[in-house]
């Protein structure tokens, strides 16, 4: 999943932005404000730090580099942009595979990822910028689990099933983005784009929106936070009955997987329920005299300063790849 969307499809700031949309219907008292920001100073808040995630350069440690144990310093291309066989342990960031471990480790440790970033959102020994970037980084990894080219869920979510169980995680590799094959790399890129009104673009807008929920419910309620926590995501992590597994080669089978599921994601898109372009007019474009959404559902995003258009949802990444 891509970081922006245009006319058609979505990426991670539409989803973020349509789930800042819930979460304030369901939470902003009657100043419309949540922790003194509003809608729009939380979504591009929140859009910004997630956007972390996919910074295509960057410095810091991979562990367990190669599947070695051992730790390198990097100073270079971002995490985003290398090789799980290189850096499996940054997969989790994305929720995709650790091509060293099993489907079940993968899915512990991706749901570990999740809830240590929520944690460190809610922790008092953080700072409030600190605080937004875990916030950001959770957010990022749960809207790519619903992406094909990170997961494949049950089908259920293509109706735009937030609880669609996970059946397979992929594996990234680099190589394809210059055009070799490898023959290791199933981030299919087919599914880097999904439809603005897909069923995926649904499930992660409502999943993020859920997660958002229980997290500001947590932070007014500490001594209940894991709970919160818990009940909010666990429905959206649970393994599929068979298991989870890892896809590790872009064989035949997967070829005809994907294939098939390209094509639900792309039959899965519904039209705007009523209001929703009045809901994302008034979020999307908070200031006097900026162009609305029109009823063809194309909005500039004025947070941005640029002419970019989104589709206006009903309610996406490996950063330079998508």
Same mark, same amino acid.
């Given at each position: 999943?891509?970081?922006?969307?245009?006319?058609?499809?979505?990426?991670?700031?539409?989803?973020?932005?349509?789930?800042?949309?819930?979460?304030?219907? @369901?939470? !902003?008292?009657?100043?419309?404000?949540?922790?003194?920001?509003?809608?729009?100073?939380?979504? !591009?808040?929140?859009?910004?730090?997630?956007?972390?995630?996919?910074?295509? $350069?960057?410095?810091?440690?991979?562990?367990?580099?190669?599947?070695?144990?051992?730790?390198?310093?990097?100073?270079?291309?971002?995490?985003?942009?290398?090789?799980?066989?290189?850096?499996?342990?940054?997969?989790?960031?994305?929720?995709?595979?650790?091509?060293?471990?099993?489907?079940?480790?993968? %899915? @512990?440790?991706?749901?570990?990822?999740?809830?240590?970033?929520?944690?460190?959102?809610?922790?008092?020994?953080?700072?409030?910028?600190?605080? $937004?970037?875990? %916030?950001?980084?959770?957010?990022?990894?749960?809207?790519?689990?619903?992406?094909? &080219?990170?997961?494949?869920?049950?089908?259920?979510?293509?109706?735009?099933?937030?609880?669609?169980?996970?059946?397979?995680?992929?594996?990234?590799?680099?190589?394809?983005?210059?055009?070799?094959?490898?023959? +290791?790399?199933?981030?299919?890129?087919?599914?880097?784009?999904?439809?603005?009104?897909?069923?995926?673009?649904? &499930?992660?807008? @409502?999943?993020?929106?859920?997660?958002?929920?229980?997290?500001?419910?947590?932070?007014?309620?500490?001594?209940? !936070?894991?709970?919160?926590?818990?009940? !909010?995501?666990?429905?959206?992590?649970?393994?599929?009955?068979?298991?989870?597994?890892?896809?590790? +080669?872009?064989?035949?089978?997967?070829?005809?997987?994907?294939?098939?599921?390209?094509?639900?994601?792309?039959?899965?898109?519904?039209?705007?329920?009523?209001? @929703?372009?009045?809901?994302?007019?008034?979020?999307?474009?908070?200031?006097?005299?900026?162009?609305?959404?029109?009823?063809?559902? $194309?909005?500039?995003?004025?947070?941005?300063?640029?002419?970019? $258009?989104? +589709? &206006?949802?009903?309610?996406?990444?490996?950063?330079?790849?998508?």
């Amino acid at each position: 999943m891509k970081q922006h969307g245009d006319a058609a499809w979505s990426g991670h700031r539409e989803i973020s932005y349509a789930a800042t949309d819930r979460l304030y219907d @369901e939470l !902003a008292g009657s100043g419309g404000r949540i922790r003194g920001l509003t809608r729009p100073e939380y979504a !591009a808040a929140l859009d910004k730090a997630q956007a972390k995630a996919d910074a295509l $350069l960057g410095a810091g440690l991979v562990r367990n580099a190669g599947g070695t144990g051992l730790t390198f310093v990097y100073v270079g291309l971002g995490k985003t942009a290398q090789s799980a066989y290189f850096n499996p342990e940054a997969q989790a960031e994305h929720f995709m595979a650790n091509p060293y471990a099993d489907g079940a480790a993968n %899915l @512990e440790a991706n749901a570990k990822f999740l809830h240590d970033q929520l944690r460190l959102a809610r922790s008092g020994e953080r700072s409030p910028a600190q605080r $937004l970037t875990h %916030l950001g980084a959770a957010a990022h990894a749960l809207q790519d689990s619903y992406s094909g &080219a990170h997961a494949w869920r049950d089908k259920a979510v293509y109706e735009g099933k937030v609880d669609a169980a996970i059946e397979s995680l992929h594996v990234f590799t680099p190589s394809h983005v210059v055009g070799l094959d490898d023959g +290791r790399n199933t981030h299919a890129d087919e599914f880097d784009q999904p439809g603005a009104r897909s069923g995926t673009t649904r &499930a992660a807008v @409502e999943a993020t929106a859920a997660m958002l929920i229980a997290h500001e419910r947590a932070l007014e309620q500490p001594a209940q !936070a894991e709970a919160l926590m818990r009940a !909010a995501l666990d429905p959206m992590l649970r393994a599929s009955p068979n298991g989870v597994t890892v896809n590790l +080669r872009p064989d035949a089978a997967w070829q005809a997987e994907r294939d098939l599921r390209v094509s639900l994601e792309q039959a899965s898109g519904s039209r705007l329920a009523p209001g @929703e372009l009045d809901k994302l007019n008034s979020l999307m474009n908070p200031q006097p005299g900026v162009p609305r959404i029109a009823g063809d559902g $194309l909005a500039a995003v004025p947070e941005y300063g640029v002419n970019s $258009l989104v +589709r &206006a949802l009903p309610g996406g990444d490996r950063g330079f790849i998508g």
